[in-house]
Protein backbone atom coordinates (compact mmCIF):
# COMPACT_ATOMS: atom_id res chain seq x y z
CA UNK A 1 0.00 0.00 0.00
CA UNK A 2 1.29 3.45 -0.79
CA UNK A 3 0.46 6.64 0.55
CA UNK A 4 0.68 10.03 0.72
CA UNK A 5 1.61 12.52 3.01
CA UNK A 6 1.56 16.42 2.03
CA UNK A 7 2.84 19.54 3.89
CA UNK A 8 3.81 23.13 3.55
CA UNK A 9 0.19 25.01 3.32
CA UNK A 10 -0.70 27.97 5.29
CA UNK A 11 -1.72 31.63 5.27
CA UNK A 12 0.01 34.34 3.81
CA UNK A 13 0.08 37.25 2.52
CA UNK A 14 -0.30 38.09 -1.28
CA UNK A 15 3.30 38.59 -3.01
CA UNK A 16 4.82 36.02 -0.66
CA UNK A 17 6.19 31.93 -0.90
CA UNK A 18 5.47 29.09 0.33
CA UNK A 19 6.72 25.15 -0.31
CA UNK A 20 4.74 21.67 -0.82
CA UNK A 21 6.08 18.75 -0.06
CA UNK A 22 4.63 15.11 -1.11
CA UNK A 23 6.22 12.05 0.40
CA UNK A 24 5.43 8.70 -1.06
CA UNK A 25 6.01 5.86 1.57
CA UNK A 26 5.06 2.36 1.30
CA UNK A 27 6.32 -0.32 -1.68
CA UNK A 28 7.11 1.53 -4.00
CA UNK A 29 9.10 0.14 -7.01
CA UNK A 30 8.95 3.09 -9.41
CA UNK A 31 7.05 6.48 -9.50
CA UNK A 32 5.90 7.83 -12.82
CA UNK A 33 4.53 10.68 -13.12
CA UNK A 34 3.49 13.58 -9.85
CA UNK A 35 1.53 16.33 -10.03
CA UNK A 36 -0.25 19.02 -7.95
CA UNK A 37 -3.59 19.96 -7.85
CA UNK A 38 -5.60 22.43 -6.42
CA UNK A 39 -9.30 22.53 -5.98
CA UNK A 40 -10.77 26.25 -4.47
CA UNK A 41 -14.54 26.88 -3.19
CA UNK A 42 -16.66 26.34 -5.85
CA UNK A 43 -14.32 25.61 -8.24
CA UNK A 44 -13.15 22.19 -10.20
CA UNK A 45 -10.10 20.80 -9.22
CA UNK A 46 -7.59 21.30 -12.00
CA UNK A 47 -3.96 20.64 -12.98
CA UNK A 48 -0.89 23.20 -11.36
CA UNK A 49 2.06 21.17 -12.41
CA UNK A 50 3.04 18.26 -13.28
CA UNK A 51 6.39 16.36 -14.01
CA UNK A 52 7.18 13.28 -15.43
CA UNK A 53 9.93 10.62 -14.48
CA UNK A 54 12.36 11.95 -16.79
CA UNK A 55 12.08 15.71 -15.24
CA UNK A 56 9.99 17.28 -18.26
CA UNK A 57 7.26 19.80 -16.57
CA UNK A 58 3.86 21.30 -17.34
CA UNK A 59 1.97 23.97 -15.41
CA UNK A 60 -1.05 25.60 -15.62
CA UNK A 61 -0.78 29.04 -17.72
CA UNK A 62 -2.02 31.12 -15.00
CA UNK A 63 1.32 29.83 -12.36
CA UNK A 64 4.06 30.20 -15.01
CA UNK A 65 6.86 32.12 -14.12
CA UNK A 66 5.68 31.68 -10.52
CA UNK A 67 5.28 27.81 -9.30
CA UNK A 68 7.73 25.57 -9.70
CA UNK A 69 7.64 22.06 -9.63
CA UNK A 70 10.34 19.88 -8.46
CA UNK A 71 10.98 16.12 -7.95
CA UNK A 72 13.20 13.97 -5.22
CA UNK A 73 13.13 10.24 -7.10
CA UNK A 74 15.54 9.18 -4.01
CA UNK A 75 13.50 10.31 -1.41
CA UNK A 76 9.82 9.43 -3.69
CA UNK A 77 9.23 13.21 -3.10
CA UNK A 78 7.98 16.35 -5.12
CA UNK A 79 7.81 19.64 -3.90
CA UNK A 80 5.58 22.89 -5.36
CA UNK A 81 7.94 26.01 -4.70
CA UNK A 82 5.43 28.79 -4.87
CA UNK A 83 6.45 32.42 -5.03
CA UNK A 84 4.47 35.57 -5.89
CA UNK A 85 1.20 34.43 -4.74
CA UNK A 86 -1.95 36.02 -5.30
CA UNK A 87 -5.31 35.17 -3.28
CA UNK A 88 -6.55 33.92 -6.61
CA UNK A 89 -4.11 30.91 -5.43
CA UNK A 90 -6.32 30.05 -2.72
CA UNK A 91 -7.21 26.55 -2.60
CA UNK A 92 -6.77 22.83 -1.21
CA UNK A 93 -3.71 21.83 -3.09
CA UNK A 94 -3.62 17.86 -3.52
CA UNK A 95 -0.78 15.36 -5.15
CA UNK A 96 -1.34 12.76 -7.18
CA UNK A 97 1.21 9.85 -8.36
CA UNK A 98 1.48 6.86 -10.33
CA UNK A 99 3.52 4.34 -10.12
CA UNK A 100 4.02 0.42 -9.65
CA UNK A 101 4.07 -1.34 -6.49
CA UNK A 102 7.04 -3.65 -5.45
CA UNK A 103 4.36 -7.05 -6.87
CA UNK A 104 4.42 -4.98 -9.89
CA UNK A 105 1.02 -3.71 -9.90
CA UNK A 106 0.11 -0.26 -10.73
CA UNK A 107 -0.90 2.47 -8.64
CA UNK A 108 -2.60 5.84 -8.75
CA UNK A 109 -3.35 7.77 -5.77
CA UNK A 110 -3.98 11.10 -3.50
CA UNK A 111 -2.68 13.13 -1.10
CA UNK A 112 -5.19 14.45 1.23
CA UNK A 113 -4.62 17.83 0.46
CA UNK A 114 -3.57 20.84 2.23
CA UNK A 115 -4.77 24.24 2.43
CA UNK A 116 -3.27 27.59 0.78
CA UNK A 117 -4.98 30.62 2.35
CA UNK A 118 -3.42 34.24 0.65
CA UNK A 119 -4.75 37.29 1.88
CA UNK A 120 -4.17 40.03 0.08
Known amino acids: QVQLVESGGGLVQAGRSLRLACVAS????????MDWYRQAPGKQRELVAG???????NYADSVKGRFTISRDNAKNSVYLQMNSLKPEDTAVYYC??????????????WGQGTQVTVSS
Open 51 to 57: ITSGGST
Open 96 to 109: HQSGRVVSGLRYDI
Open 26 to 33: GSIFSINA
